[in-house]
């Protein structure tokens, strides 16, 4: 049974950890390699060896019980099997959740809802748009400037719950007169009682290009707002 125990023991160094009794009322930890390292944990790998050389070196007229280490083995294998399931789902879902460069493409020439500020009227003349409050607002105002800057129409939509508030412009001022093709820079201001709720404006602008980079989820070229994420896209028509 020494030569059991020394090949043992020798296996156990191989794999960075040395066997020793514990001092009175300590427990036995891993000791250091001749590098400095410190092994704390067994892999599947290790036990396998360790196994292997049990079953070299047993005594076969007293075999050792090797049931329990077998066991190990098969735990391990399953965690083994069950973390690279884990891995390729994943992956999938990573896959099915991105957007393809071919789904991209399908938004152009289509016009968007995304999140932005430029807004261009119909070709009936007006427009729509919505503003996204975080939270239940009693006032929401929208203002339409020019590209100058300068005020054009300001609207109370009143009150409207947490999530999106639609409104429509008729393109005029407000003294009745059409004020051209724009483009015109769209605000809201929501309020709840005295408190500011935060949003943001939603317009809606065609896109008319998709940017497909080499690395990278693709962007569309939305007019009036730039780059957008298709994630981004509230809706389209």
Excluded at 61 to 87: H, L, R, W
Excluded at 161 to 182: C, P, Q, R
Excluded at 194 to 220: H, I, Q, Y
């Amino acid at each position: 049974m020494a030569t059991t125990s020394t090949a043992f023991d020798s296996t156990l160094q191989n794999l960075g950890i040395t066997r020793a009794k514990p001092a009175a009322g300590t427990t036995a930890t891993g000791a250091s390699t001749a590098t400095g390292k410190t092994k704390t944990t067994l892999d599947q790998s290790d036990f396998l060896t360790l196994l292997t050389t049990q079953l070299k070196n047993q005594d076969p007229f007293e075999p050792m019980d090797n049931t329990q280490m077998v066991a190990q083995m098969a735990q391990f294998s399953s965690v083994a099997g069950i973390s690279e399931m884990n891995k390729t789902l994943s992956g999938v879902a990573t896959k099915l959740g991105s957007t393809s460069a071919s789904d991209a493409m399908s938004y152009v020439g289509k016009t968007v809802l995304t999140e932005g500020s430029t807004a261009y009227p119909r070709s009936t003349g007006g427009l729509d748009g919505a503003v996204e409050l975080d939270s239940d607002a009693s006032q929401v105002t929208i203002s339409i400037a020019d590209a100058q800057g300068g005020t054009l129409r300001s609207m109370q939509i009143g009150k409207h719950a947490k999530g999106t508030a639609t409104f429509e412009w008729d393109g005029k001022d407000g003294s009745g007169n059409d004020v051209g093709a724009g483009p015109f820079t769209i605000t809201a201001f929501a309020t709840n009682g005295d408190k500011t709720v935060n949003s943001r404006t939603l317009v809606w602008a065609p896109v008319e290009s998709v940017s497909l980079p080499s690395s990278g989820a693709p962007k569309l070229k939305v007019v009036g707002v730039g780059d957008v994420d298709p994630s981004d896209v509230r809706s389209a028509t």
